[in-house]
């Protein structure tokens, strides 16, 4: 018996050449979910998660360990970060017992919203990073023209160059 309807899954990442903070990526969020440019006729998020680390040293400065934040919505996101910034001392000291300090390690910080999309017939995932735009599993190469025009015409999104 011969397969029928088979399609290929095609996976493409979009790499934006200056990092994205919190704000724009909540522009960038924004943007997609109301944009109406290219013709998709859905893009439901369907998962966000924003993480920041906090790396504890005591007062020779040994690394201690790390405590780390994870919220699903932007505010909450950034009024974690105002109470984990202010109380952090207290909070070390209570969770490692010794007189520490807390660093903010924004390397690793990272954040991500998934979008569950369809255009035409194609159904795909969307996913805003940080630094890069991840589209999985969609099966033509219009999905791919339509969508990088439209990262294109967003400035936050300046894809980086490629290397020589």
């Known amino acids: 018996m011969a397969f029928t ?3 290929k899954n095609i996976n493409g990442t979009w790499e934006i050449y200056s990092a994205l903070d919190m704000t724009k990526f909540q522009a960038e969020m924004a943007a997609f979910a109301g944009n109406t440019s290219i013709g998709m006729s ?3 998020l369907s998962k966000t998660e ?8 005591n007062a020779d400065g040994d690394e201690k360990g790390t405590l780390a934040v994870v919220h699903t919505i932007p505010a909450q996101y950034e ?5 984990l ?5 207290d909070l070390i000291v209570a969770m ?3 007189d520490a300090t807390a660093e903010r390690d924004t390397d690793t910080e990272s954040w991500s919203a998934k979008y569950s999309c369809k255009l035409v017939d194609d159904t795909f995932q969307v996913n805003f990073h940080k630094k890069e735009v991840v589209v999985q599993n969609y099966s033509n190469n219009t999905t791919k023209t339509s969508l990088e025009t439209y990262f294109a ?4 999104l300046a894809q980086t160059a490629p290397s020589s």
Not at 50 to 57: G, P, Q, R, S
Not at 85 to 89: Q, R
Not at 153 to 156: D, F, G, I
């Open 85 to 89: 910034e202010d109380d952090a001392h």
């Open 50 to 57: 924003l993480k920041i680390t906090v790396n504890v040293y």
């Open 96 to 98: 490692a017992g010794v």
């Open 42 to 44: 859905k893009q439901d």
């Open 153 to 156: 015409t967003r400035p936050n």
């Open 5 to 7: 309807n088979i399609t």
């Open 79 to 83: 009024n974690a970060i105002s109470h």
